[in-house]
């Protein structure tokens, strides 16, 4: 079965395929609940082994450039003003500026009345203004304002849309209505010219809570034609960890198994450090594999990940620590 | 591009090997009558690390009567004084355990990830752990007042030479016996560094002695008459020799001897965990693992996604530089057990059964053996059957549980087994029934000091680990 992106006309054909799983309410059910069972221990141990995998010279410049190629590069927050945003967007293009051979990131992402600041900036550069949206982080709004912000972001510009799920529908067992927002969401996405901005499923697996509900959250998003799916918003107290990215990355690597449909994984929240980016990277690599060793399909999350990785580059190419005024705050 | 991981080598530099070591007795060491060395190498590159001293018989007379010598002191000591001596080993341990970690490396050829992430962290906990019964003998089931067995000869494997040691030595100090050990003939380094330790503790004289060579000199410690116990772990063809020469004399004997486990995979399994756990329970310590998960159960309506994953992370498994820190699997201990493990797969194919390994480069010098899994095995297959002690796992298939537990306990060995399913009371069911000294539940080779492990029929008898362990060292 030839891979098709989750994102590209051909996904949906292949979802077609499972729509008997999806059908209603029951039957989505009883598949969710079909899905192997997660063992929490043994889950923990794989991934903190798999965090001790030693990352050196040149896997590390490799892993340390790519990291920063993968950075959803955000700001979100109630005092986001243009100026913080087009200060931010700067820095995305050009992280460090004694250095062009630094990477752009992959996207700025921002609050959707702040799309049109972000999209000027970034015009041209190749980086990719993504907002969140569908009442972003509590996901509580009916439907049409939903809808009605994810429209709004994409007229304005957006090219990635990051939205919530309902956590309180998912936890009371109502599937179909997750289901069927995500399908909404997606279409919201949709721009005149008829090509579409991708979508990005947030669990909030904080409020999830068990490893299963993860893996369950996560095939539902894939059968709704999820573009990405996305581990939290970074507003509550657990965002991403080591082993629910693993078992997302089992998700997605069984989903293109079953389907051909390949979709992507951005852990968001909490990963600050270099080094936790280098062991997410270990997990994508010996998990899902290769082939998701790509900013089109895994980002990361994160604001002040990206100057240890410049710190980081620039500790690899120079033999010194340069300290943090050498990398630029914004 | 790929992401290839550079090499990322543990450093030897913080392990200092003399080119020559003698017996450790009384104390000192001192070399042996005989003047008969042997060499020790590297299994991942045949270099040779160290001569070492082959013990004969006088030798090991000598260091039985250093241990007599010694334990009328050391059995006098209050518990609390003992304790003392243990703990110190095990702080001594700890803060070199990443000398010991890259010795036992490359004296093994098992990979630094394990020597440094398991075996050394295992070895302090026994000792702390024993340390703790010391002064608490009174209160472990026993009676009120156990007495120790006197002198303790103790032969171990190569497979974890420290982690055996220190299961032997450990509880043996404890409930005051004093020992004369006899390391493995192909990785004898790690307990003559155990002997600095003792030094370094300031052990008193004899408690412990440490004679080193081949199978003559076992021989030796066990047909020694003023020994009270023997403590081996090993083959279960020497097992048998050693019950043989101890029957009719007064001498504890207690024996932890082969395997060949049965890992049993139901179709209500967490899938994901579950493949990690056979490739745990098989590929850990290259299978050099006497409870060992070599034969693969699974249930048949799940055999082929199983096999799929299984697949799917054996070809991510990384074989080669034992001291890199990324190698999942180093080398295979011997050449002749390398012969051993080549002969028995062969005979798998030969039967009938079909071989499989990922592929993968093996290092020009040296011993290696990729890891390698044969599917369409029964019951009747010597593959299924004999303990192979390699990265070599047998695929059989169940329909129900009833089937499940008459093929797991099919086998002349018993000393562990592993169920998976996310169904708690098939869990406790299955255990009831199992016939094996350990039975994991959703994880393999698992190990902890508070936690008895021993074996039924040929894979032994008496249980080391636990209170439990305390009883083989006890006159009770």
């Not at chain 1, 899902?288 to 100057?307: I, M, P, Q, Y």
């Not at chain 2, 003939?185 to 003792?198: G, I, R």
């Not at chain 2, 994953?309 to 820190?325: E, N």
């Not at chain 2, 890891?371 to 297959?381: D, E, K, N, R």
Request: aromatic share 8%; hydrophobic share 45%; with cysteine.
């Amino acid at each position: 079965m030839p891979t098709v992106p989750a994102y590209g006309p051909d996904a949906a054909g292949r979802l077609a395929e499972m729509a008997d799983v999806t059908a209603s309410d029951s039957a989505l059910r009883r598949f969710l609940h079909g899905l192997p069972g997660v063992d929490a221990v043994g889950l923990q141990a794989r991934a903190a082994a798999l965090g001790t995998r030693s990352i050196k010279t040149s896997a590390k410049a490799y892993a340390l450039d790519l990291a920063i190629s993968m950075i959803d590069l955000t700001t979100l927050e109630g005092a986001d003003t243009p100026g913080k945003v087009r200060a931010l967007s700067a820095k995305g293009v050009r992280p460090d500026p004694t250095d062009p051979t630094a990477p752009s990131v992959a996207a700025i992402c921002v609050y959707p009345d702040m799309v049109p600041v972000a999209r000027k900036a970034l015009d041209g550069t190749g980086v990719k203004v993504a907002s969140v949206a569908t009442a972003f982080p509590s996901g509580r709004a009916g439907l049409p304002v939903k809808l009605a912000d994810t429209a709004e972001a994409v007229s304005a510009g957006a090219d990635e849309i990051d939205m919530v799920i309902d956590r309180g529908a998912f936890l009371a067992g109502r599937y179909r209505e997750v289901f069927e927002t995500i399908e909404a969401v997606k279409a919201a996405c949709r721009r005149p010219d008829g090509t579409s901005a991708h979508l990005k499923v947030i669990f909030e697996t904080g409020e999830l809570s068990t490893y299963d509900n993860v893996r369950r959250a996560s095939w539902l998003a894939m059968l709704a034609g999820a573009d990405f799916i996305k581990t939290s918003t970074g507003k509550v107290a657990v965002n991403a960890t080591p082993p629910v990215t693993l078992l997302m990355l089992e998700a997605v690597r069984d989903f293109h198994a079953a389907t051909g449909v390949r979709v992507g994984l951005k852990p968001a929240g909490g990963i600050r450090t270099a080094k936790d980016a280098i062991k997410y990277l270990v997990l994508v690599n010996e998990t899902a594999g290769e082939a998701w060793l790509t900013a089109d399909w895994f980002r990361f999350g994160a604001s002040s990940l990206l100057n240890d990785l410049l710190m980081q580059r620039q500790k690899l190419s120079t033999g010194r620590y340069s300290g943090p005024d050498y990398v630029t705050v914004d | 591009m790929a992401f290839e991981y550079a090499p990322a080598p543990q450093s030897r530099a913080i392990v200092d090997i003399a080119p020559s070591y003698g017996l450790f007795i009384d104390g000192e060491f001192v070399e042996g009558t005989s003047g008969e060395l042997r060499k020790t190498i590297s299994p991942a590159s045949e270099e040779v690390l160290a001569e070492y001293t082959q013990a004969g018989a006088e030798d090991v007379d000598r260091a039985v009567r250093a241990a007599r010598r010694a334990f009328p002191a050391w059995s006098a000591l209050p518990g609390a004084e003992r304790a003392k001596y243990l703990f110190r080993i095990a702080r001594i341990v700890q803060e070199r355990s990443r000398e010991l970690a890259v010795l036992e490396t490359l004296d093994n050829g098992k990979p630094i990830r394990e020597t440094r992430d398991f075996d050394l962290p295992t070895v302090a906990a026994h000792f702390f752990y024993y340390a703790g019964w010391a002064d608490k003998l009174p209160y472990a089931g026993f009676g009120p007042d156990p007495r120790p067995l006197g002198v303790a000869g103790q032969i171990i494997p190569w497979n974890f030479p420290l982690m055996m040691l220190a299961w032997k030595i450990a509880p043996a100090l404890a409930t005051g016996n004093t020992v004369v050990l006899k390391p493995a003939e192909t990785t004898p380094l790690s307990a003559l560094f155990f002997a600095d330790v003792c030094r370094q503790a300031g052990l008193p004289r004899g408690v412990v002695n440490i004679v080193t060579g081949d199978g003559a000199t076992g021989r030796a410690l066990v047909e020694h008459p003023d020994i009270n116990k023997i403590a081996f772990t090993g083959s279960t063809a020497v097992g048998k020799g050693i019950a043989r020469a101890v029957a009719g004399t007064d001498r504890r004997l207690s024996l932890e001897l082969g395997g060949k486990a049965a890992n049993v995979v139901f179709d209500d399994a967490p899938i994901d965990q579950a493949v990690e756990g056979i490739v745990t329970g098989i590929f850990f310590n290259q299978g050099h693992v006497c409870c060992a998960g070599s034969r693969l159960l699974v249930q048949e309506s799940v055999a082929e996604e199983v096999l799929e994953s299984l697949k799917r992370r054996m070809a991510t498994l990384r074989v080669g530089d034992p001291l890199d820190k990324n190698t999942d699997i180093g080398a295979i201990n011997s050449a002749e057990q390398l012969a051993r493990i080549r002969a028995l797969a062969d005979t798998g194919e030969a039967e009938g059964a079909e071989r499989w390994s990922p592929a993968c480069e093996l290092p020009g010098s040296g011993f290696w053996f990729a890891p390698t899994l044969f599917t369409g095995v029964t019951q009747a297959h010597r593959i299924a059957r004999e303990e192979i002690f390699g990265p070599v796992l047998s695929v059989l298939t169940f329909r129900t549980p009833a089937e499940a537990v008459e093929k797991a306990n099919n086998t002349p060995y018993g000393l562990s087994a592993g169920v998976w399913t996310e169904k708690g009371s098939r869990i406790l069911w299955m255990a009831d029934r199992l016939r094996a000294g350990v039975v994991w539940a959703n994880t393999f080779n698992r190990f902890d000091p508070s936690s008895p492990f021993g074996g039924y029929k040929e894979s032994g008898y008496g249980r080391e680990g636990g209170r439990h362990g305390l009883e083989a060292y006890l006159d009770v």
